[in-house]
Nanobody
Framework: QVQLVESGGGLVQAGGSLRLSCAASGLTFSGYAMGWFRQTPGKERELVATISQSGRSGDMISYTESVKGRFTISRDNAKNTVYLQMNSLKSEDTAVYFC??????????????WGQGTQVTVSS
């Protein structure tokens, strides 16, 4: 049974930082592309950051334009964990953040598995 468990969300002032973690179990972690989505009420879920399935050429990483230069995604295959370091947070980053996994090289907008979500609230 695959489980993705997020942690690290919370309330932070604008300009602050948070680090989200997603611990995966029940899958061969290195064989999965991982990523973070976020969603606010009334809006579609948005793909924020992705990191590819681990390969000999290294990890391929991508970000949505609005977080480039502020967010960093990384993975630790020894710990079966993916991280999202969020710096210089803005009020518009407020959302529920979801971890996702997919058994392919690159994450799509239809992952195989989802976490339960963690709330990030940025106060201005």
């Amino acid at each position: 049974q695959v489980q993705l468990v997020e942690s690290g969300g919370g309330l932070v002032q604008a300009g602050g930082s948070l680090r989200l973690s997603c611990a995966a179990s029940g899958l061969t972690f290195s064989g999965y592309a991982m990523g973070w989505f976020r969603q606010t009420p009334g809006k579609e879920r948005e793909l924020v950051a992705t990191i590819s399935q681990s390969g000999r050429s290294g990890d391929m990483i991508s970000y949505t334009e609005s977080v480039k230069g502020r967010f960093t995604i990384s993975r630790d295959n020894a710990k079966n964990t993916v991280y999202l370091q969020m710096n210089s947070l803005k009020s518009e980053d407020t959302a529920v953040y979801f971890c996702a996994a997919q058994a392919r090289v690159l994450l799509s907008t239809s992952p195989d598995y989802w976490g339960q979500g963690t709330q990030v609230t940025v106060s201005s």
